[in-house]
């Protein structure tokens, strides 16, 4: 009777840790306090549950008496406070929270409690994930279902404060009780659907990390300095891992990043200017300049003149005979 009670004790202390700090910010250090002070609670109604025997494999619903029902709580308020543990290893803390939901769902289930729609949500969730229509769908679904018995919740909790008579009030708060054991059935699958996305997210993230640190580990190379080629040859380091000689840490994947983000086109060396002033110190640039120069006028006395551009303008003539105007272009024939 002793062990009853202080379960009872126990148990409401709890409940009253949890309602506050069901819906504020988690990240705070003395509400993280309230957080495993509230699992530590919980923790020692699961072990006097336990002792106790409050509950049999070949009990149903309709064996287990009111006051006893509510104890069934127990393990998704330790699922759901383990949750929202914001400190030690993520994924850790998460498995943890995990097992007691699905420990939560098995004990309804055994005694006959599961609804037979949340057992078949459960057994396809991983067919209605992978369609997005589905799971939208029924998202929305179990939504509406959760919003009504939370209503139902609150009509019931009022007929709890209004009612005198002990036999009515017996049957609506084992109604009560029912209902929550609903809405955790329905905040559980929830949590259990969220919980394994966020196990795979950093699953993936701790791959990719550790991917990124064994590249940087062989890509990490020590080359010795210019100067030290120069000046001299030998061991790096001695015996005792000591520098014999002055080397630099260089990275190859720096070397890669630097060529990512090259243009793919080579750039210029020299400005205009200084490859013009280049040019002229070459001499290829003639400084300078002014009006063309006049045409010759040709003497008429000048016989071998005359004959030289008479000459000249014959082969002229003849060369545009053979070539006539437009017979190089191929127009794109080849």
Not at 61 to 79: A, E, H, M, P, S
Not at 137 to 142: G, L, T, V
Request: glycine share 6%.
């Amino acid at each position: 009777m002793a062990n009853e009670e202080s379960l009872s004790g126990i148990f409401r202390a709890g409940q009253e840790l949890y309602k506050k700090i069901e819906n504020i910010n988690l990240t705070s250090d003395t509400i993280q306090q309230d957080v495993n002070n509230a699992i530590l609670h919980f923790s020692k109604c699961a072990q006097l549950v336990d002792s106790l025997s409050l509950f049999s494999s070949n009990e149903t619903v309709d064996d287990i008496n009111t006051k006893d029902l509510r104890f069934l709580f127990v393990d998704f308020y330790l699922g759901d406070l383990t949750s929202k543990l914001t400190n030690g290893d993520r994924i850790q803390t998460l498995n943890t929270s995990k097992r007691y939901f699905e420990q939560f769902l098995h004990k309804v289930e055994l005694h006959e409690i599961l609804k037979e729609e949340d057992r078949k949500y459960m057994e396809r969730a991983d067919v209605i994930n992978k369609d997005p229509a589905k799971k939208r769908q029924e998202k929305i679904a179990r939504y509406k279902r959760e919003k009504e018995t939370k209503a139902k919740l609150e009509k019931l909790q009022q007929l709890l404060s209004s009612i005198k008579n002990d036999n009515d009030k017996e049957d609506i708060d084992r109604n009560y009780v029912l209902t929550c054991i609903d809405l955790f059935i329905q905040k559980s699958i929830e949590q259990l659907s969220s919980i394994n996305q966020e196990i795979d997210l950093l699953n993936n993230m701790r791959k990719s990390e550790d991917h990124i640190k064994q590249i940087g580990m062989k890509e990490n190379e020590i080359v010795p300095s210019t100067n030290t080629i120069k000046d001299g040859n030998g061991p790096l380091l001695s015996s005792e891992g000591r520098p014999l000689r002055p080397f630099i840490i260089t990275s190859k994947r720096e070397e890669i990043r630097q060529q990512v983000f090259r243009p793919g086109w080579r750039l210029p060396t020299m400005t205009i200017d200084e490859y013009l002033q280049q040019e002229k110190e070459r001499g290829n640039i003639i400084s300078g300049g002014g009006q063309m120069p006049e045409k010759k006028e040709i003497n008429d006395n000048d016989e071998e003149a005359i004959d030289a551009e008479t000459y000249k303008l014959r082969e002229l003539d003849e060369f545009k005979d053979v070539n006539p105007r437009g017979w190089g272009n191929r127009m794109g024939k080849g």
